[in-house]
T-cell receptor, first 114, second 116 residues
Framework: ETGVTQTPRHLVMGMTNKKSLKCEQH?????MYWYKQSAKKPLELMFV???????ENNSVPSRFSPECPNSSHLFLHLHTLQPEDSALYLC?????????????FGPGTRLTVL | AQKVTQAQTEISVVEKEDVTLDCVYE???????LFWYKQPPSGELVFLIR??????QNEISGRYSWNFQKSTSSFNFTITASQVVDSAVYFC?????????????FGQGTELSVKP
């Protein structure tokens, strides 16, 4: 079974829509991450959860709202997005936020905001 | 400030050529980790290697090798006898132990195209 899964893989939404991205990890990890990957830019860390607690919010606009109900699931709720929010959103997990071991990534959700 | 620079935006080679992807980093931490990830067209980043700042030994894994030099703050990645399946975007990343608590700081990536 794939370690980190993300749904949907592709999403097109209008600026007034509300949608959610889902991430699930089957690796028994305790830390989960959301990244944004825009064209020609480095991956940008958005949020970090460690043992279900948010430990990092990298100055992300409030139109992005994360939720981590348990260590295996991570959501990113989207509302009133802007066209510049179109990007690949990647979820990752690792054993623990501070152990510096590798993060395992999902395939991403390709988001297009019209 | 911490930073990772991959100066090569795109590289194109012909199959069987050797290719080196450069990575230069900046950090004030004395203890840190360096990573390489591969992102094929499917999108997910695939872990390739992790190296800690106290281990400067070069590493070889099949056709892949890594050259870590603290004196020049570089962690370069070489693919020997490249293959079409090596075509992907490759990211170098830095994780500081004390200053950033483990966050990965990524370079901008190098897009490698291997032509048959």
């Amino acid at each position: 079974e794939t370690g980190v899964t993300q749904t949907p893989r592709h999403l097109v939404m209008g600026m007034t829509n509300k949608k959610s991205l889902k991430c699930e990890q089957h690796l028994g990890h305790n830390a989960m991450y959301w990244y944004k990957q825009s064209a020609k830019k480095p991956l940008e860390l958005m949020f970090v959860y460690n043992f279900k607690e948010q430990t990092e919010n990298n100055s992300v606009p409030s139109r992005f709202s994360p939720e981590c109900p348990n260590s295996s699931h991570l959501f990113l709720h989207l509302h009133t997005l802007q066209p510049e929010d179109s990007a690949l959103y990647l979820c990752a997990s690792s054993q623990d936020e501070a152990d510096h071991k590798q993060q395992f990534f999902g395939p991403g959700t390709r988001l297009t905001v019209l | 400030a911490q930073k990772v620079t991959q100066a090569q935006t795109e590289i194109s080679v012909v199959e069987k050529e050797d290719v080196t992807l450069d990575c230069v980093y900046e950090t004030r931490d004395t203890t840190y980790y360096l990573f390489w990830y591969k992102q094929p067209p499917s999108g997910e980043l695939v872990f390739l290697i992790r190296r800690n700042s106290f281990d400067e030994q070069n590493e070889i894994s099949g056709r892949y090798s890594w050259n870590f030099q603290k004196s020049t703050s570089s962690f370069n990645f070489t693919i020997t006898a490249s293959q079409v399946v090596d075509s992907a975007v490759y990211f170098c990343a830095l994780s500081e132990v004390y200053n950033q608590g483990g966050k990965l700081i990524f370079g901008q990536g190098t897009e490698l195209s291997v032509k048959p």
